[in-house]
């Protein structure tokens, strides 16, 4: 509490959402209680001038300084902490003024993935309204492409470790698909609504929580109808 | 290239390269695609193609890889309705050019 907080691009970017969602629902975190500053993680950029940048009036919200990286601020102790999906360069160069909130954390995550069957999303594809309306079945044309993409990737990749000719470096990567294989069987990334409703809500309930939405937000009003089934 | 050609910026990620490297043929959906350096200049280029839609001939159509947050917040003025296609998740591998 009472902490100054480095997140990239704007206060309630997709994994700072995540991060205060699950802490909040875990240890009771409270985010209002901390001083939330925003910028670049590696190269000093503005917060995000597309989008509005909501967020409640009892969050104390201000801009990194100009030139300035929220990595270097993390390093120099600037700000306390960085909630960021990318590993900041501070924390990869092996810095000791830095460190992991959780150094366990495949195995905490894995273990959130199984209680909850969360796997954090941070991306979909959006398509604009009017073109839906124009073109019956786009969006189900656009989804079954993304799907059959997905599928020949896994494909791919399935092949390439048979072949032993895996396009990575990471040893023990045959350990790591082991492990991926139970904790998710067959898909790792399933599409479509149905396998990523819990996951999908919870975001929207954090988003909600956090002052980011107006109101909480039902999937079946931010998807397309022709894909609610899917 | 038609009217009927889609324009779909999302990142070359691993489940995404089938649809930039001809893997995943174009007749069941004619389409461009198109990436950037960072994921926030493709949301950006979707938000800011309503403008660019009014003065455009020709393929306007813009599908692209949005951060849920990015989508919901828009929604309150432009709705852009999700595909439930969820590129990735978690973790991002271009950590250099400071994505999201």
Redesign the interface.
């Known amino acids: 509490m009472g902490r100054t907080i480095g997140e990239?691009?704007t206060y309630?970017?997709?994994?700072g959402?995540w991060a205060k969602g699950i802490l909040m629902d875990d240890y009771g975190f409270e985010p209002e209680r901390n001083r939330w500053l925003i910028g670049?993680?590696?190269?000093p950029?503005a917060p995000?001038?597309?989008?509005?940048h909501?967020h409640p009036d009892n969050v104390e919200v201000a801009d990194a300084p100009e030139g300035r990286t929220l990595s270097d601020m993390l390093d120099t102790g600037e700000i306390d902490a960085l909630f960021s999906?990318?590993?900041p360069?501070c924390m990869?160069e092996g810095s000791a003024n830095v460190a992991r909130l959780f150094p366990e954390f495949e195995s905490l995550e894995r273990d959130y993935h199984r209680r909850t069957g969360i796997?954090?999303?941070?991306?979909?594809?959006?398509?604009?309204?009017d073109?839906?309306r124009e073109?019956a079945g786009l969006?189900s044309?656009?989804?079954?492409?993304?799907?059959?993409?997905?599928d020949?990737?896994?494909e791919?990749?399935r092949h390439n470790r048979r072949l032993y000719q895996v396009q990575t470096m990471v040893p023990w990567m045959n350990a790591l698909v082991e492990r991926n294989n139970e904790q998710f069987a067959e898909d790792w990334?399933?599409?479509?609504?149905s396998a990523?409703r819990a996951t999908?809500e919870t975001?929207?309930r954090y988003?909600y929580e956090q002052g980011?939405?107006?109101r909480l937000?039902k999937l079946e009003?931010?998807?397309?109808p022709e894909?609610l089934v899917? | 290239m038609t009217d009927?050609t889609?324009e779909?910026g999302?990142f070359q990620y691993?489940?995404?390269?089938?649809?930039f490297d001809g893997?995943?043929p174009a007749d069941?959906?004619e389409?461009t695609m198109e990436t950037a350096a960072t994921?926030?200049e493709i949301?950006?280029r979707?938000?800011?193609?309503?403008r660019v839609?009014h003065c455009r001939t020709g393929p306007d159509?813009?599908?692209?890889?949005?951060?849920?947050?990015?989508?919901?917040?828009?929604?309150?003025d432009?709705?852009?309705?999700?595909?439930?296609?969820?590129?990735?998740?978690?973790?991002?591998p271009f950590?250099?050019?400071?994505?999201?």
């Open positions: 990239f691009g309630g970017q997709d994994s959402v670049g993680l590696e190269h950029s995000f001038g597309f989008i509005p909501p999906a990318n590993v360069q990869l796997f954090p999303i941070m991306h979909t594809i959006v398509a604009r309204r073109l839906l073109r969006a044309d656009v989804y079954r492409t993304f799907c059959a993409a997905k020949a990737a896994a791919r990749c990334w399933p599409y479509g609504i990523n999908l975001y929207l988003h980011l939405s107006s937000w009003e931010i998807f397309a894909l899917t | 009927r889609l779909i999302c691993d489940t995404t390269q089938p649809l893997t995943i069941s959906l389409r994921l926030p949301f950006e979707l938000i800011r193609g309503e839609r159509v813009l599908p692209e890889a949005a951060g849920v947050g990015s989508a919901v917040r828009r929604a309150a432009l709705p852009e309705p999700g595909v439930p296609a969820l590129v990735r998740l978690r973790q991002h950590r250099d050019h400071g994505t999201t």
